[in-house]
């Protein structure tokens, strides 16, 4: 049906409502009624209801003042809300806590510095939720104060919710650059990232045994791993009051003097593992057998004269095996080509001869290049050098291939749980990437004072502590596998981890077992972001309040939404429960 307007030579044209259709190549049309009699705005609703538009324009009601991202921040405060970080930090709402928990949600949404955070915050609703629309770099400043110096009774409680006594405690240290030269812990050491002539700050990461951070703690630049390990085991027994642990660290920083240290601490277990000097005279005693490994690909070892008291569990990769006899041999191969270089040189001098401290002085250079020295024999004289493979040292390197021994002071602990114990420093490293490249950028730390050095570092511990929760709830749409611990406590402990069937086919098809898209961490924020919050107004009234409208979830949005939602977190029932900052927020996610 439609309207049509008929000419009436000098009379009003008649306004007929009517129907048409076709009969082969005629046009049928019939007069339903005559709506000339109607008003003119009655004859126009009536056209615009027939061709299904609005009898109202949108657009000439209402305008839309302004769309902020609102998902990714929806999402994060409903995160905040289910782990009790509010409560977490303090009981009482204050400034300096709303300050902190934007500072922690910016570093998930976009990391940056503090002056830019100020201004980042504002291109989303994160500002408007907390309250902070007027907020300063400056009083960013004054939070990092307030947040240094509630932080040890803030790890206390984040022990006290995911620690206990006989738990297991992963520890591992970092460093990062820093630009600047002000701060007190800034100072030249081992550069990790790179960045030479920069000055650095190290800090040491503990975790629970499932990955999940409890504490950081900075030191300068230049201090060693392992004298970072006593006040880290002071920590575990007076701050967090833990009389019965088992302390997991890396071979280099569990030393023979800082495991010597951990003895005198009565209650206090290590997990680490033995460096290649040991592994050689472990080998001398006669105590490496190759018919330890006639049934298994593991076996425990005692021996009270190097290692009293400790178990050792010596375990043998094969792929191991091959894969560092390969890079000696290589590196071999290298060394021999430099030495080579050397000898033409040496031949070419005649007429101004190198001295045999000149020669020492190249061959040292090469030989400390490739750290392959060990394995030949060299004659340096004056204008002559010489070299040839110790096949002997090599052979005995070789024999030690594919092996590593786990040591620990649980001598009754099956050996592996002690394996699958060490390896779980893995998700310390994976903490550590989190931290510094892939989502938190710690890196670099612009900080003048020690103090806000040491807080920027807990704020990024605390974003990671609910990334941690989040990667955990949405492992089902992230490229990872959604059942880790049930699968790391199945596969052989000693073997070369290969990922399962099912985890290769969600990666492969790129999709989650309910048919959608696979995202990084990252991403998978940007997603959430795309759901924005619109702010309208009435056209007619420009001084007139607000609509507020949140666009519809998608799919995607709502199974993230559900995840979060039955995800269950352990051990937050300890901290009381308190409403958080922004509590109107993510109602849709609970």
Not at 331 to 336: K, R
Not at 526 to 548: I, K, W, Y
Not at 570 to 579: D, F, I, L
Request: glycine share 6%.
């Amino acid at each position: 049906m439609y309207i049509d307007v008929v000419p009436n030579r000098n009379s009003p044209p008649a306004v007929l409502l009517r129907e048409g259709w076709r009969e082969g190549k005629r046009v049928r049309k019939r007069t339903i009624a005559n709506l000339s009699s109607w008003p003119k705005q009655k004859v126009d609703a009536l056209r615009k209801l027939l061709r299904n538009e609005h009898l109202v324009s949108i657009d000439a009601v209402f305008s839309i003042v302004r769309s902020l991202p609102h998902g990714h921040v929806e999402l994060l405060l409903a995160a905040f809300r289910k782990l009790r970080l509010p409560a977490l930090l303090d009981r009482r709402n204050s400034p300096q806590r709303r300050c902190v928990l934007a500072m922690i949600a910016q570093r998930l949404l976009a990391p940056a510095s503090k002056l830019a955070t100020t201004r980042l915050w504002h291109s989303t609703t994160l500002a408007e939720e907390l309250q902070l629309q007027s907020t300063t770099s400056h009083q960013l400043y004054s939070a990092l104060d307030w947040l240094h110096q509630r932080q040890p009774a803030i790890q206390k409680r984040l022990a006290k919710r995911h620690l206990h006594d006989d738990a297991q405690v992963l520890y591992d240290v970092s460093s990062s650059y820093y630009e600047g030269s002000s701060c007190p812990l800034a100072r030249f050491g081992y550069n990790r990232d790179g960045k030479r002539g920069t000055r650095s700050v190290v800090y040491g990461l503990m975790t629970d045994r499932h990955g999940r951070p409890i504490a950081v703690r900075a030191y300068p630049g230049n201090t060693a791993d392992p004298n970072t390990v006593a006040d880290q085991a002071d920590a575990l027994r007076d701050d967090f009051g833990l009389q019965r642990l088992v302390l997991i660290g890396d071979r280099g920083m569990l030393t023979d003097a800082r495991i010597a240290d951990l003895r005198r601490r009565p209650g206090l277990g290590w997990i680490s593992a033995l460096r290649h000097g040991h592994l050689r005279s472990l080998a001398q005693q006669g105590c490496l057998q190759p018919s330890l490994f006639d049934e298994r690909n593991l076996a425990t070892i005692h021996c009270p004269s190097l290692f009293p008291g400790e178990q050792l569990v010596v375990c043998y990769n094969p792929l191991l095996a091959q894969r560092r006899g390969q890079r000696r041999e290589r590196l071999l191969e290298a060394t021999e080509e430099a030495f080579q270089r050397i000898q033409r040189e040496v031949g070419r001098r005649t007429k101004k001869p190198l001295k045999k401290d000149q020669i020492g002085v190249k061959v040292g250079r090469q030989a400390g290049r490739y750290k392959m020295a060990k394995h030949f024999r060299t004659t340096i004289e004056d204008s002559c050098f010489q070299y040839e493979r110790d096949e002997q040292s090599i052979q005995r390197e070789k024999d030690l291939d594919g092996l590593y021994i786990v040591r620990t002071s649980q001598t009754e602990m099956e050996p592996e749980d002690a394996v699958r114990s060490y390896k779980q420093l893995t998700r310390v490293e994976k903490a550590f990437r989190c931290l510094k490249s892939v989502d938190l950028h710690v890196r670099p730390i612009f900080h003048r004072l020690e103090k806000r050095v040491r807080a920027h570092l807990f704020v990024c511990l605390l974003a990671y502590y609910v990334e941690w929760h989040l990667r955990g709830a949405l492992a089902e749409l992230l490229h990872q596998h959604e059942d880790l611990e049930g699968w790391q406590g199945e596969r052989d402990a000693v073997a070369a981890a290969e990922p399962p069937e099912k985890l290769r086919k969600k990666k492969n098809r790129r999709t989650s077992s309910s048919g959608l898209r696979l995202h990084s961490f990252s991403t998978l924020m940007a997603e959430m972001g795309t759901r924005s919050r619109h702010q309208c107004r009435a056209r007619n009234d420009r001084e007139g309040p607000l609509l507020v409208r949140v666009t519809e979830a998608t799919e995607f949005q709502q199974r993230v939404y559900e995840l979060w939602k039955t995800f269950p977190v352990v051990n937050t029932a300890k901290v009381a429960a308190e409403p958080c900052d922004g509590d109107q927020a993510g109602q849709a996610a609970d």
